[in-house]
């Protein structure tokens, strides 16, 4: 995903000393202004991350380590690295267990654990340049076969660090479901310091607010989170690929506008699966999941209908707008809480559900879900994507549309 403040992300912190100077009382505050003196201490400060990413980067394309590896040794390298990271979240969480336990923890045991723990990570952290650099040539390779390379070479070029994620703060006004804003923090936070960092911003501002964990950020080398399983692995890397892909032509430039951004994350959605899939059937081909299997017989109804994530999702947008438009906002909220607490029963550990919620998590529309049944959007896209010939045929047609009228157009609608 790309967001707003990546692009102003270098004055974040001037913004917030210029806030520090200015009167408690003062009315003409911005909110991101206001924002920042509220999050002060818990934000994620992407210079500094940038500037030891591509010291390394540098480092690395001058020794160039995979080019004296055959294919089956960077695979076998990948996997290193990904068996040391799960040993490192078993260390982790054992040190979580030891230190939330029913019983005082016992100070020798947490050092011992925490010893492990540094240890594993320290395992970890020694691989992981090698596997980056391995995964960027390896999809690489992917791209180049679907025509979306110049001279052999992605463009853009391929440029990942697997890191661990900073979280999202979005925010969207109370009386309806948009995006107002986001604000990047720390990636420590536990769920308990989420829920503090939202009622505080949700009394301050009389907002909704949300704090969501990130899976990658399409920043240049693109931030992947450090998945241990291949198949969402190579997913978000492709996704996010897709972003710096899109950022050359207006749907990348113009990703702030609410329609253009839903769009743009929707192409994402199904282009980093497709690649993804072809990614595991090219190199990892024991790790590709089974195809959908269409042409299998139709299995009997059950006595009582599944519970469907996505339908029950969109059908819950659906009322909440409804509400919303009707100016019944305490009743929308109630309603939401209420569904979220059927979602909870049914197995979807959904820690919050409101407007912001669904303002973030509505623009992912490769899916039913979210984006809410009366969706206009994500199903065009959907049928753009089936009637492209290929994945660069897709590409090169999406990336000139940023909005609705555009998607009409393009499928040959009448214009409404």
């Given at each position: 995903m790309r967001v707003r403040w990546l692009r102003?992300?270098?004055?974040?912190?001037?913004?917030?000393?210029?806030?520090?100077?200015?009167?408690?009382?003062?009315?003409?505050?911005?909110?991101?202004?206001?924002?920042?003196?509220?999050l002060q201490g818990e934000s994620?400060?992407?210079?500094?991350?940038?500037?030891?990413?591509?010291?390394?980067?540098?480092?690395?394309?001058?020794?160039?380590?995979?080019a004296f590896l055959d294919d089956e040794t960077q695979r076998r390298a990948v996997r290193r690295y990904l068996q040391r990271l799960a040993e490192a979240r078993e260390a982790a969480a054992a040190l979580e267990r030891e230190v939330s336990g029913p019983t005082p923890p016992d100070p020798g045991a947490i050092a011992a654990l925490r010893r492990q723990w540094e240890e594993?990570?320290?395992?970890?952290?020694?691989?992981?340049?090698?596997?980056?650099?391995?995964?960027?040539d390896q999809l690489g390779v992917i791209l180049a076969q679907e025509g979306l390379a110049l001279l052999g070479q992605p463009i853009p070029p391929v440029q990942i660090r697997l890191t661990a994620m900073p979280n999202l703060m979005v925010l969207s006004p109370r009386e309806r479901i948009a995006l107002t804003t986001s604000f990047p923090l720390r990636a420590d936070l536990t769920a308990d310091e989420m829920d503090r960092l939202e009622r505080r911003v949700d009394g301050q501002l009389n907002l909704s607010s949300l704090v969501?964990?990130?899976?990658?950020?399409?920043?240049?080398?693109?931030?992947?989170?450090?998945?241990?399983?291949l198949p969402e692995l190579t997913e978000i890397i492709a996704h996010e690929w897709t972003h710096h892909w899109l950022f050359m032509g207006p749907l990348g430039w113009f990703y702030d506008r609410p329609e253009a951004r839903t769009i743009n994350e929707t192409v994402a959605d199904l282009a980093g699966k497709a690649l993804g899939r072809a990614w595991l059937a090219r190199f990892y081909p024991e790790d590709l999941p089974p195809p959908p299997a269409d042409a299998a017989p139709a299995p009997a109804p059950p006595e009582r209908p599944a519970f469907d994530f996505g339908r029950e999702l969109a059908k819950t947008r659906t009322v909440a707008e409804r509400l919303l438009?009707?100016?019944?906002?305490?009743?929308?909220?109630?309603?939401?809480?209420?569904?979220?607490?059927?979602?909870?029963?049914?197995g979807y550990a959904l820690r919050k559900l409101n407007q912001a919620y669904f303002a973030f998590y509505g623009a992912y529309a490769a899916e039913e879900g979210a984006a809410g049944a009366e969706d206009p959007i994500g199903p065009r896209v959907r049928r753009l994507w089936a009637q492209s010939p290929s994945l660069r045929a897709f590409l090169f047609r999406v990336l000139f549309i940023t909005d609705l009228t555009g998607l009409r157009r393009a499928l040959g609608e009448s214009p409404q």
């Open positions: 102003s992300g270098l004055g974040l912190g001037l913004v917030a000393l210029l806030a520090l100077s200015l009167p408690a009382s003062e009315p003409s505050r911005s909110l991101e202004t206001r924002l920042a003196l509220l994620f400060y992407f210079p500094e991350w940038a500037l030891r990413a591509w010291g390394e980067k540098i480092l690395l394309s001058v020794a160039n380590p995979q594993a990570r320290g395992r970890a952290q020694a691989l992981r340049p090698l596997a980056e650099a391995i995964l960027s969501v964990p990130l899976g990658g950020l399409a920043f240049y080398p693109a931030m992947i989170m450090e998945a241990t399983g438009a009707r100016g019944e906002v305490r009743r929308a909220e109630l309603y939401m809480e209420a569904r979220r607490r059927v979602f909870v029963a049914h």
